[in-house]
């Protein structure tokens, strides 16, 4: 284990703050900007208990887009809906939501995740 100066730390620590403080800032007025989109799509929701999960939701979204974008971002979609479909949230609100924040996102396309192809096993593999 290395160990680390105190002093040193606390200097990098200093010169980090200030871009520190700002990504927060941002991100919390980002995070604002969702919840009250959400809120006014949101609002004619039969079951408003589920309004934060849908917030929590959208607030993924804008995550995954900023770090993916292509087929590679249309398949985090896919798995970030599938996620939250099993905690019983209504897929076509889902979609309104991510159409809402990646206006080119088409509910359509499904990623293929994984195709086994049978006809190249040669007998010789053991699948039982």
Do not use: C
């Amino acid at each position: 284990m290395t160990k680390v100066d105190g002093g040193s730390f606390g200097q990098r620590v200093e010169q980090l703050k200030g871009q520190m403080e700002r990504n927060q800032k941002e991100w919390q007025e980002t995070a604002v900007k969702i919840e009250r989109e959400m809120k006014s799509m949101l609002k004619d929701i039969p079951d408003r208990i589920f309004e934060v999960y849908y917030i929590v939701f959208a607030k993924e979204i804008v995550r995954l887009k900023k770090k993916h974008s292509g087929e590679t971002l249309i398949k985090e979609l896919h798995i970030l809906q599938d996620k939250w479909k099993a905690r019983g949230l209504n897929s076509l609100i889902l979609d309104k939501i991510k159409k809402y924040y990646i206006p080119s996102y088409t509910p359509e396309v499904t990623p293929e995740y994984f195709k086994l192809d049978i006809s190249v096993l040669d007998g010789s593999d053991v699948l039982s």
